[in-house]
């Protein structure tokens, strides 16, 4: 899609994530964009397809539906994508459009916009509420509407049966639509301006050696909120050349200290059990802490550090600033906030306090508050939150920001409606 439909780009840009069905040329059939996290795609590719499940919901006027979209790094709890569905909404009825073709061109990009791998790809409804005798009926839209279907996904999701597995439409690649063993080197400056980088980055799906990735991830998602100028990437001490964190981020009031700990995107990695996942998350967060709360010592202590950014010296004088501390692992666990809010009150020393975060909540956070002053004042308002009240889910903070951002798209569309001639 990437090569012959260039055109499509800049709207997959400006999608956060999710699925997406696209027109492509004259083709008379709708494509289907699935937009996620690299160990979804991956999961997809070892094991050449996933699931749509389309249970039968019910609501105080009717039997609905909404759609969960699952990638098996786990049998029993994989990657999952949840989407409401609306019968007002156009986006739901192409949705429910593709869910009723044969066969499907999908195409997989991360949340950089990289495409990945993209398959002609059957469709086989083992008995979905699509084809089953029960009347469905699509509800209205509504922020509210949406936020207790997600739930409502989210509960049936957990509690789902062998039946409901055997009831899945799958969605199982056939034909190769692209190369899937690719090499991606990325030279453009939106993702290479801030302070530190060599002007170019490299990826692949597989990453064995996650650090190199993931502070480039990071920055390209701070560059969406932040001037280049204000990102610094590896900053070094001058005195002994050491490394005191992963990002520093300064504005004339601020200093963000950022410090990411990931784990290699491998068909190892994703398939380890959940307990042991669960374990690594906790040891990186505990290591991302401590290694904030060190390099905020460190700085404070010097009163003007001097630093080095690749080979470049700069000063940093924290003492007019506020410094926040954000931790980044790969995955939270929505059983285990009293643990991380505990974590975050670590960071308490620090004068803006600290949170922790998961990498596809902060990508989802950037790409919605893409602005320095929508960025620093919903982190203020988590960390103030989980400092008084306990935790909550950054995706939570992200789903809320974006109804509203619906809300103002549907009150434009609805106004240019009732003046076509504009």
Request: glycine share 6%; net charge negative; proline share 3%.
């Amino acid at each position: 899609m990437t090569v012959l439909y260039p055109e499509v780009k800049a709207q997959i840009s400006q999608f956060a994530g999710g699925l997406m069905p696209v027109r492509l040329g004259d083709d008379e059939q709708l494509s289907l964009v699935v937009k996620t996290q690299k160990e979804a795609i991956l999961a997809a590719q070892m094991h050449g397809l996933f699931a749509f499940y389309l249970p039968a919901l019910p609501s105080s006027s009717c039997t609905t539906t909404s759609l969960i979209s699952a990638f098996f790094d786990d049998d029993d709890e994989p990657l999952t994508i949840r989407t409401p569905l609306f019968g007002d909404d156009a986006f739901s009825q192409d949705i429910i459009e593709i869910l009723k073709y044969d066969e499907v061109s999908v195409y997989f990009f991360d949340e950089h916009n990289y495409e990945w791998m993209s398959f002609r790809t059957a469709l086989e409804d083992n008995g979905s509420c699509l084809i089953g005798g029960e009347d469905i009926y699509l509800l209205g839209y509504h922020p509210e509407t949406v936020k207790c279907v997600h739930t409502v996904l989210k509960d049936w999701f957990g509690a789902r049966t062998t039946e409901d597995d055997e009831r899945a439409i799958q969605a199982i690649f056939k034909e190769s639509l692209s190369p899937s063993d690719l090499f991606v080197l990325d030279v453009t400056p939106e993702m290479n301006g801030y302070q530190g980088g060599a002007g170019f980055r490299h990826d692949t799906l597989k990453r064995t050696d996650p650090g190199y990735h993931q502070e480039r991830d990071i920055s390209a998602c701070l560059s969406r909120a932040f001037e280049p100028g204000q990102i610094m990437m590896n900053p070094r001490r001058k005195d002994n050349h050491k490394e005191i964190l992963d990002h520093l981020v300064l504005t004339e009031e601020l200093a963000i200290l950022v410090q990411a700990k990931d784990s290699p995107t491998t068909e190892a990695g994703i398939t380890r059990t959940l307990q042991r996942k669960r374990l690594a998350t906790h040891s990186q967060i505990d290591a991302a802490i401590r290694q904030i709360n060190g390099a905020a010592r460190y700085l404070e202590r010097e009163g003007v550090a001097k630093l080095v950014v690749a080979g470049q010296d700069t000063d940093v004088d924290l003492s007019k600033r506020r410094v926040i501390g954000l931790a980044i692992v790969k995955e939270l666990f929505d059983d285990e906030g009293t643990a991380y809010a505990a974590a975050c009150a670590k960071m308490a020393g620090l004068s803006g306090g600290g949170i922790v975060m998961d990498y596809n909540s902060f990508h989802a956070f950037t790409h919605r508050f893409a602005s320095c002053d929508a960025f620093v004042q919903t982190l203020d308002k988590l960390i103030a939150h989980v400092r008084t009240h306990g935790w909550i889910r950054v995706k939570d903070e992200v789903f809320d920001g974006v109804l509203d951002w619906v809300e103002s798209m549907r009150a434009g569309r609805a106004a240019e409606s009732d003046h076509p001639d504009k």
